[in-house]
């Protein structure tokens, strides 16, 4: 069965510190891959994604993902975080193709202070 | 516009009875989901659905009851047999089974009392 397992459940950070988030899947197969964030008092929202191709991916608001697959990994960075950044950052896999569903991590929340 | 809808924001109930959570779609999206939310815990899928009138149970299905009669609504049923019902309840959407990028609610938060 998948599985995915985030490294850190609280993150405390000051401004400008670089922030590197842990996630880990476990599942043989091709898997597609998921970063969202929930901010305060707002819902889900995705933050960048991979399919396929370059395994490093862009995403919103600086964000930036590496897809390593002999590690089944794909970790999140921000070489600069600001005080908006305050959220909750979830890893979430599902296997490409066939009938699959979307499983997530336990989160990691992130505190950044001013 | 275009998004999910979940209703109510809030809701209350006693011990013992059943509740139906709404979860309405107008992206056209094919596959719906159900999570439960509790701290420290992320995600949990209670139920998915990836095409009208036909549903998979997730990993923690125990105690909940859906139904997919209409492409555009997933509503979730949280029976007296759920021991712990008190959570925060999200739905997501995706465009296929294929593309699972899940377009999310804001969420009902129950209350069982």
């Known amino acids: 069965a998948q599985s995915v397992s985030q490294h850190n459940h609280h993150v405390i950070l000051s401004e400008a510190a670089s922030l590197e988030l842990g996630c880990n899947y476990s599942?043989?197969?091709?898997?597609?891959l998921f970063w969202y964030v929930q901010y305060p008092g707002q819902h889900l929202q995705l933050l960048l994604k991979y399919f396929s191709g370059d395994p490093l991916v862009k995403g919103i608001k600086g964000f930036e993902a590496e897809f390593i697959k002999s590690k089944f990994s794909f970790n999140l960075r921000k070489p600069s975080v600001q005080w908006s950044d305050t959220a909750e950052y979830f890893c979430?896999?599902?296997?490409?193709?066939?009938?699959?569903?979307?499983?997530f991590g336990a989160g990691t929340r992130l505190a950044v202070h001013p | 516009d275009g998004g999910i809808t979940q209703s109510p924001k809030y809701l209350f109930r006693k011990e013992g009875q059943n509740v139906t959570l709404s979860c309405e779609q107008n992206l056209n999206h094919d596959a719906m989901y159900w999570y439960r939310q509790d701290p420290g815990q992320g995600l949990r899928l209670i139920y998915y659905s990836q095409i009208v009138n036909d549903f998979q149970k997730g990993d923690i299905a125990e105690g909940y009851s859906v139904s997919r009669e209409k492409k555009e609504s997933f509503p979730l049923t949280v029976t007296s047999a759920q021991k712990n019902p008190t959570a925060f309840y999200l739905c997501a959407s995706s465009i296929d089974k294929w593309n699972t990028e899940a377009f999310f609610g804001q969420g009902t938060r129950l209350t069982v009392v």
């Open positions: 599942y043989g197969g091709t898997v597609n």
């Open positions: 979430a896999v599902t296997a490409s193709g066939g009938y699959n569903k979307l499983i």
